[in-house]
Each structure stands twice: as structure tokens, then as C-alpha cells.
């Protein structure tokens, strides 16, 4: 079983609210990845990260936010939450040779009222 | 034209069936090509893994992969109703990126 987590599991807020989703994992993976997923519809790649200072946008826009200052976490920030945001958030890992094997987290499940 | 098309479903099928599931693409680039299974509230975990054209197996479950077709498919024997899941293809060329299908949902009725 993959040792990568993310909190919270579920989070429900209103519009406006600057939230941080967490995502750590323990198996000193360098590459990171951030992806959304709708019901019904493809993951889509957000942001990603190389390793330490490494952060890059992946192929959906986003108006979120990622920082790897640590090897083992990448926390996701969307500084002002909309409705439109609504949507689970999956966070996965890889080692630096095998990228496109991906671990991934629980996600998270976030609602924007 | 989306660059991965998966059988939508869902799919309902008995204890002990054989259950089928594909994808298409049309990146003749990828090389590598995998199936997650997706448990409800759960994050996606890797089930097969193959490199370009060939079978995979492993226990219950068979990997194939049709290059020249751009087609991938992926089986289950004597399926359980524990497989009742989500599975999402996926694939990519050389690097990190992956490209997703929209998942198969399947449950399996005991």
C-alpha cells in the first residue's frame, strides 16, 4: 500500500475562504503531482513538481497554488474558494525513474457553497 | 476528440463472469499504458502495468495492449464482487504525464 496522505479527507466552506489542502507521503518520491477529478471525467494534471523548489502547472488551468519546500510535502492553496472549485483533489507520487508509475492519496473531497 | 476514450458503462455482471475492459487512444506515441482500479472514496491504485504491445497477466487479471489498433483491454476471471470499482485507463509517452480515461465503473452481483 502506497504511504501517501492527504487531509482533510473532506471539506465543506463557503465562498471566499482561503483553504490548504495537504498532501505528504513517506517514500521519498521526488516527482509530485496535483490532479482534479470530476465525477464521470478523466483525472486532470494540475500542477506537478520535479522535487525541492521545483513546481510547475500541469495541463488544466487552475487558479490554485502548489510549494515543495520539503521533499515529502506539497500542500495545494486555492487563496479565494469558489463554487467552481468544487471537486476532489488527488495528490500522487513517483520516483525520479519510473514517473509514469504514480501512488496515489485518498483525495479530497472539497465543496465550495 | 479526446486523446483517451473509455467504455463508459457501468457494467453489472455475476460472481464468476469474465469481465472486459477497454480503451482507445489516438496519441500513436504512447509507450506505456496502465490500468488503476478506483475503490468508492478512495484514490486511484495501480493494478497493471505494461510497455508497449503484448499480454500481461497477473492472477485474475489480463493486460493486453493492440499498438497497431491503439487499443488496450484489460480482463477479469472469475470476478469477485471485491472488484466492484471504478478502473481508469491510462497512458503516457516518456515522461510523467499521464492521459486518463474517464473510468468503467463494474460492479460485481454475488
Known amino acids: 500500500e502506497a504511504d501517501i496522505y492527504q487531509t482533510p479527507r473532506y471539506l465543506v466552506i463557503g465562498t471566499g475562504k482561503k483553504i490548504t489542502l495537504e498532501c505528504s507521503q513517506t517514500?521519498?518520491?521526488?516527482?509530485m503531482y496535483w490532479y482534479q477529478q470530476d465525477p464521470g471525467m478523466e483525472l486532470h494534471l494540475i500542477h506537478y513538481?520535479?522535487?525541492?523548489?521545483?513546481?510547475e502547472k500541469g495541463d488544466l488551468s487552475s487558479e490554485s497554488t502548489v510549494s515543495r519546500i520539503r521533499t515529502e510535502h506539497f500542500p495545494l492553496t486555492l487563496e479565494s474558494a469558489r463554487p467552481s472549485h468544487t471537486s476532489q483533489y488527488l495528490c500522487?507520487?513517483?520516483?525520479?525513474?519510473?514517473?509514469?508509475?504514480?501512488?496515489f492519496g485518498p483525495g479530497t473531497r472539497l465543496t465550495v457553497l | 476528440q479526446k486523446e483517451v476514450e473509455q467504455d463508459p458503462g457501468p457494467l453489472s455482471v455475476p460472481e464468476g463472469a469474465i469481465v472486459s475492459l477497454n480503451c482507445t487512444y489516438s496519441?500513436?506515441?504512447?509507450?506505456?499504458f496502465m490500468w488503476y482500479r478506483q475503490y468508492s472514496r478512495k484514490g486511484p491504485e495501480l493494478l497493471m502495468y505494461?510497455?508497449?504491445?503484448g499480454n500481461k497477466e497477473d492472477g485474475r487479471f489480463t493486460a493486453q495492449v493492440d499498438k497497431s489498433s491503439k487499443y488496450i483491454s484489460l480482463f477479469i476471471r472469475d470476478s469477485q464482487p471485491s472488484d466492484s470499482a471504478t478502473y481508469l485507463c491510462?497512458?503516457?509517452?516518456?515522461?510523467?504525464?499521464?492521459?486518463f480515461g474517464a473510468g468503467t465503473t463494474v460492479t460485481v452481483r454475488a
Open positions: 491510462a497512458m503516457s509517452e516518456e515522461d510523467y504525464k499521464l492521459s
Open positions: 505494461t510497455y508497449s504491445s
Open positions: 513538481s520535479y522535487g525541492v523548489n521545483s513546481t
Open positions: 500522487a507520487s513517483s520516483d525520479r525513474e519510473h514517473t509514469d508509475t504514480q501512488y
Open positions: 517514500m521519498g518520491h521526488d516527482k
Open positions: 496519441n500513436s506515441a504512447f509507450q506505456y
